[in-house]
């Protein structure tokens, strides 16, 4: 009986099972995606997803536990540098798998594992926060202008007013001039008394 018996046992030999496994651990970590059955890509992702969390350490001993494990210089670095950056800020998950159906001749469940690509989407979310942090700059410029004008406004708005009181205060001078306008009729006056004198005087005589 297989009691706690965590791995699969895809083969009879354990020297035979844990060569399999580091055949396709290096040709996934190289090549980004492999076909196998369904059974072996389950197994697989957890000893990848071991790999990459070894990577995510960076550490020396790290680093040799891969390679004791990958055996091959090329991936190892490539596990180290370029998929370490890609998976530091993610917790676990680094691998999908997709059911294709059948194998023709056993009827094997065939399946596809794959490393799940975060570089897009980083880049996407760098460029959002670039293009957000522009925004903010400008909207801070923006106020910052806005608040400098606000005294020239004022400043403005004041001189403004000055010439306002002054020409408010220009209408008063005809007023002062108006009763040098009243005296001409006040000199107009005789000349009418001497007139109707002169009427009231004609008159005298055509009466009789």
Same mark, same amino acid.
């Given at each position: 009986m297989r009691h706690r018996k965590r791995s699969r046992r895809l083969v009879t030999k354990w020297e035979h099972r844990v060569s399999l @496994?580091?055949?396709q651990v290096t040709d996934l970590l190289r090549h980004g995606r492999i076909i196998t059955t369904l059974a072996k890509a389950k197994e697989l992702r957890r000893v990848t997803d071991r790999m990459i969390t070894l990577a995510k350490r960076g550490d020396l001993a790290s680093r040799r536990r891969a390679l004791a494990f990958i055996r091959d210089k090329a991936v190892v670095r490539k596990l180290f540098t370029e998929l370490r950056e890609r998976y530091l800020d993610r917790p676990?998950?680094?691998?999908?798998?997709?059911?294709?159906?059948?194998?023709?001749?056993?009827?094997? @469940?065939m399946a596809v594992i794959e490393l799940?690509?975060?570089?897009?989407?980083?880049?996407?979310?760098?460029?959002?926060?670039?293009? @957000?942090?522009?925004?903010?700059?400008?909207?801070?410029?923006?106020?910052?202008?806005?608040?400098?004008?606000?005294?020239?406004?004022?400043?403005?708005a004041e001189e403004s007013k000055v010439p306002e009181k002054e020409t408010a205060e220009e209408?008063?001078?005809?007023?002062?001039?108006?009763?040098?306008?009243?005296?001409?009729?006040?000199e107009e006056s005789p000349a009418v008394e001497e007139e109707v004198s002169s009427t009231s005087s004609g008159e005298g005589p055509e009466n009789p």
């Open positions: @496994m580091r055949n676990g998950g680094y691998t999908r798998i997709v059911k294709i159906g059948p194998r023709r001749g056993d009827a094997a @469940m799940v690509e975060e570089k897009l989407s980083h880049k996407r979310s760098r460029k959002k926060i670039e293009r @957000m942090k522009k925004i903010e700059k400008e909207i801070q410029e923006a106020l910052k202008a806005k608040r400098e004008a606000a005294p020239e406004e004022g400043a403005v209408p008063i001078a005809p007023a002062e001039a108006a009763p040098e306008e009243e005296t001409p009729p006040a």
